[in-house]
C-alpha cells in the first residue's frame, strides 16, 4: 500500500468524502508533488483497496489519523500540470 | 592552518584533523533522520568548540538509497571556532567574537576580481535537459511537516540585474517539487526577489544558478547583507586575500565558484507560483505557512563533481551556523555604520541565542535619547529588518550574555520600551497573521540607558566582583584563587 501527504489549505471541509476531484499530493516515497483526480475518505472501510493519505496543516502538523485515497487518474507533477515544462 | 581554504573538502579536512568534525560511516535516512541528528548537534553545541563542550560539525558518507560517495556536510559553521577558521583568524581556539567582528570588517573592506576558468571541478559530471534528476542527490526532508525536500539551505543563488549586469549571490531556501524543478522563498526586499520583479515586469524568464557546497567562504558571503550593486564574488576574494575560480555555467553567463560540488542551472519563468513551505526557518519556528505565491526555478542542467557533498544547514532554535555567522558579520556592520554616522557606540553584538533577533548596543550617553538614535540609524541603514534593539551603558560587557539578559530584566523601565513600525519579515513569529503576510510585525527598542538627567546618586551601583570591590581586594583573591582551592 503506498502512503501519501496532503496539505490542507483551510481546514477539512475543503476535501469532499467520497466525491472525486482534483487534489495536489505528495508521494512519501520520495515527496514529489503530483496533481490527482482521486476519492478521500475519513475512513479506510469504505475506500477497499484503497492506498492511506496523512493530512497536514498548513503549519506543517500532520493530523492524528490517515485517511484513505482511492486515484484516480494522475495528471503529473505539479509544475508539469502547470505547464511550467 | 591552511587559509583560504581552496573548496569545501579542504575545510572538512581542517576541521577533522582539528577534533571539529566526525565523518558517520552509519547509513543515515535523508528522511528526517540526517535532519534531526544536525538539529541536535546545533543544540548541543551553542556555539562553543569541541574543546570548549560543543558538538562536531557531520559528514554524512552513506546515505540510505544513495550510491557511495554522495554525502551530506551538515553544522559547518555551527561555533565561533569554525567561523574563526573560515574567515583566516590566527588562533581560532581563544578568537574573542570582537576579534571576529574586526576580522570581517578589516577583510569585508578589500574586493578582489575573481579569474573566470574553463574547466572547473564542478563540471565534472553534467546531466543536460531531460537527463536532469534532482532526486539523484539526497535532498533531505529536514524537519517533520517541511512542505517539500530541501536541496537548498547553504548554498549560493546567482543572479543577474537586468540592467546593470551586476551578478548577485544570495541565500534563499529552495523545496524540491519534481526532478526538474524548485520552489525559491524570497523574502521582501531581497536583491534576489528584487531582480526577479525586474525580468517578471518585462514578461521575460530570470536565467538562474545555484551552487551548492561551495568554499565556505563564499556560502557565508552569499548570506551577508551586501549593498545592491556590491559583488559578492569579488568580496569573497577580498576576503579569501587572493582571487576566487569562478565559472561560467553551461546554460546561460551566470558565474559560480569553480569549486562547488553541485550547481543546478535554469530560469525561472516569469508569473509563475507554485506552493512551497511551511519549512522551519532560523527564528525558530516554522513561521510561514505553506503558500502558493513562491517563484519557481526549472533546472536545465545540473553539474557536479564527484562523490560530491550536499551542504545543509538545518535551521530551528539556537544555536545553528546561521544565527552564528551572520549574528557575527551584521554586528560588525551595525557597529561601522554608527560609528560612520557619529554615534558614540561602544560595541555590538547579536545574540546568536536570540535566533539573531536582538541587538545589543553599548553606548556613551552625551545626550537623552540616544537609544532612538540607534534605533533610527539601524533602521536607515538597510540591514535592519525587523531586529529587535537593546540598547545599554557602556559598563556592560555585550559579549556576555549574562550580563545582556540582567541588565535587560533591571534597567528597562516600562516607559522605556518602543515598538517600531517599519519594514519586517514574515519569518518572525510574533506577528499577528496580518502582519506576518504584510511583513509589518513592529520590532521593538528597549532603552537600558541610565535616564541623562537622573542626578549621578540616583544611579544605583553595579554590584559585581568588578565594580563593588576596591581594586587591591580583587588582585588578592585573584592571585591566592586557587590557594583557596578553586580552579
Known amino acids: 500500500m503506498a502512503e501519501y501527504e496532503l496539505y490542507l489549505v483551510r481546514d477539512l471541509s475543503e476535501l469532499k468524502e467520497g466525491e472525486a476531484q482534483v487534489i495536489n499530493v505528495r508521494k512519501k516515497e520520495n515527496y514529489e508533488m503530483r496533481v490527482v483526480k482521486a476519492i478521500v475518505n475519513s475512513s479506510g472501510e469504505r475506500l477497499p483497496g484503497a492506498d492511506k493519505i496523512w493530512l497536514r496543516t498548513k503549519v506543517g502538523e500532520q493530523l492524528s489519523q490517515p485517511w484513505s485515497i482511492k486515484i484516480l487518474k494522475d495528471y503529473g507533477s505539479l509544475p508539469q500540470h502547470a505547464g511550467l515544462y | 592552518m591552511p587559509f583560504p581554504h581552496k573548496d569545501l573538502r579542504e575545510f572538512i579536512g581542517d576541521l577533522e584533523s582539528e577534533g571539529e568534525l566526525t565523518k558517520v560511516t552509519e547509513e543515515v535516512d535523508w528522511d528526517l533522520e540526517v535532519g534531526a541528528i544536525a538539529r541536535r548537534l546545533c543544540e548541543l553545541t551553542l556555539g562553543r568548540s569541541v574543546k570548549a563542550g560543543g558538538q562536531r560539525a557531520a559528514l554524512f558518507e552513506k546515505i540510505r538509497g544513495y550510491p557511495e560517495g554522495f554525502r551530506i556536510c551538515t553544522a559547518t559553521l555551527a561555533n565561533y571556532k569554525r567561523f574563526a577558521m573560515m574567515i583566516g583568524h590566527k588562533d581560532p581556539d581563544v578568537a574573542t567574537v570582537r576579534e571576529l567582528q574586526d576580522l570581517y570588517l578589516e577583510k569585508m573592506g578589500r574586493s578582489t576580481k575573481p579569474n573566470i576558468i574553463g574547466e572547473a571541478p564542478c563540471k565534472e559530471n553534467r546531466m543536460i535537459g531531460d537527463e536532469v534528476d534532482l532526486y539523484k542527490f539526497p535532498a533531505p526532508m529536514i524537519h517533520?511537516?517541511?512542505?517539500?525536500?530541501?536541496?537548498?539551505?547553504?548554498?549560493?543563488?546567482?543572479?543577474?540585474?537586468?540592467?546593470?549586469?551586476?551578478?548577485?549571490?544570495?541565500?534563499?531556501?529552495?523545496?524540491?517539487?519534481?526532478?526538474?524543478?524548485?520552489?525559491?522563498?524570497?523574502?521582501?526586499?531581497?536583491?534576489?526577489?528584487?531582480?526577479?520583479?525586474?525580468?517578471?515586469?518585462?514578461?521575460?524568464?530570470?536565467?538562474?544558478?545555484?551552487?551548492?557546497?561551495?568554499?565556505?567562504?563564499?556560502?557565508?558571503i552569499s548570506g551577508c547583507k551586501l549593498p545592491v550593486?556590491?559583488?559578492?564574488?569579488?568580496?569573497?576574494?577580498?576576503?579569501?586575500?587572493?582571487?576566487?575560480?569562478?565559472?561560467?555555467?553551461?546554460?546561460?553567463?551566470?558565474?559560480?565558484?569553480?569549486?562547488?560540488?553541485?550547481?543546478?542551472?535554469?530560469?525561472?519563468?516569469?508569473?509563475?507560483?507554485?506552493?512551497?513551505?511551511?519549512?522551519?526557518?532560523?527564528?525558530?519556528?516554522?513561521?510561514?505557512?505553506?503558500?502558493?505565491?513562491?517563484?519557481?526555478?526549472?533546472?536545465?542542467?545540473?553539474?557536479?563533481?564527484?562523490?560530491?557533498?550536499?551542504?545543509?544547514?538545518?535551521?530551528?532554535?539556537?544555536?545553528?551556523?546561521?544565527?552564528?555567522?551572520?549574528?557575527?558579520?551584521?554586528?560588525?556592520?551595525?557597529?561601522?555604520?554608527?560609528?560612520?554616522?557619529?554615534?558614540?557606540?561602544?560595541?555590538?553584538?547579536?545574540?546568536?541565542?536570540?535566533?539573531?533577533?536582538?541587538?545589543?548596543?553599548?553606548?556613551?550617553?552625551?545626550?537623552?535619547?540616544?537609544?532612538?538614535?540607534?534605533?533610527?540609524?539601524?533602521?536607515?541603514?538597510?540591514?535592519?529588518?525587523?531586529?529587535?534593539?537593546?540598547?545599554?551603558?557602556?559598563?556592560?560587557?555585550?559579549?556576555?550574555?549574562?550580563?545582556?539578559?540582567?541588565?535587560?530584566?533591571?534597567?528597562?523601565?516600562?516607559?522605556?520600551?518602543?515598538?517600531?513600525?517599519?519594514?519586517?519579515?514574515?519569518?518572525?513569529?510574533?506577528?499577528?497573521?496580518?502582519?506576518?503576510?504584510?511583513?509589518?510585525?513592529?520590532?521593538?527598542?528597549?532603552?537600558?540607558?541610565?535616564?541623562?538627567?537622573?542626578?549621578?546618586?540616583?544611579?544605583?551601583?553595579?554590584?559585581?566582583?568588578?565594580t563593588i570591590y576596591p581594586q587591591e581586594v580583587q588582585e588578592k583573591v585573584e592571585r591566592k584563587w586557587i590557594q583557596y582551592g578553586f580552579e
Open chain 2, 144 to 220: 517533520d511537516g517541511d512542505g517539500g525536500r530541501y536541496l537548498c539551505t547553504f548554498h549560493i543563488v546567482a543572479s543577474k540585474d537586468r540592467n546593470s549586469g551586476w551578478i548577485n549571490w544570495g541565500m534563499y531556501r529552495a523545496m524540491i517539487h519534481d526532478r526538474r524543478s524548485l520552489s525559491i522563498y524570497f523574502s521582501p526586499g531581497q536583491q534576489g526577489l528584487m531582480m526577479y520583479q525586474e525580468y517578471e515586469a518585462r514578461n521575460e524568464a530570470m536565467p538562474l544558478a545555484i551552487a551548492i557546497g561551495s568554499d565556505v567562504i563564499s556560502l557565508f
Open chain 2, 229 to 466: 550593486g556590491i559583488s559578492e564574488m569579488d568580496t569573497a576574494g577580498g576576503l579569501r586575500g587572493r582571487p576566487l575560480d569562478v565559472v561560467r555555467c553551461e546554460t546561460n553567463d551566470l558565474l559560480v565558484p569553480a569549486s562547488s560540488e553541485i550547481v543546478l542551472e535554469g530560469f525561472m519563468p516569469p508569473h509563475a507560483r507554485l506552493w512551497e513551505g511551511p519549512f522551519g526557518e532560523y527564528p525558530g519556528y516554522a513561521a510561514t505557512p505553506r503558500d502558493r505565491d513562491r517563484p519557481v526555478f526549472i533546472i536545465q542542467a545540473i553539474t557536479f563533481r564527484d562523490n560530491p557533498i550536499l551542504t545543509m544547514s538545518n535551521m530551528g532554535v539556537p544555536v545553528d551556523e546561521g544565527h552564528l555567522s551572520y549574528s557575527i558579520a551584521w554586528a560588525a556592520e551595525f557597529k561601522k555604520y554608527f560609528a560612520q554616522n557619529g554615534l558614540p557606540v561602544v560595541d555590538v553584538n547579536i545574540l546568536p541565542t536570540s535566533s539573531a533577533q536582538l541587538v545589543v548596543i553599548s553606548t556613551k550617553t552625551p545626550r537623552a535619547g540616544i537609544a532612538h538614535l540607534y534605533a533610527s540609524a539601524a533602521e536607515l541603514s538597510w540591514r535592519l529588518v525587523g531586529f529587535n534593539i537593546l540598547v545599554v551603558n557602556d559598563d556592560v560587557d555585550v559579549f556576555n550574555p549574562a550580563e545582556v539578559v540582567h541588565v535587560w530584566a533591571t534597567r528597562v523601565h516600562p516607559d522605556r520600551i518602543y515598538p517600531r513600525k517599519g519594514p519586517s519579515n514574515p519569518l518572525f513569529a510574533w506577528g499577528n497573521p496580518e502582519e506576518r503576510v504584510s511583513a509589518t510585525a513592529p520590532a521593538i527598542l528597549y532603552d537600558a540607558t541610565w535616564p541623562v538627567e537622573w542626578p549621578s546618586e540616583f544611579v544605583p551601583r553595579k554590584s559585581s566582583f568588578r
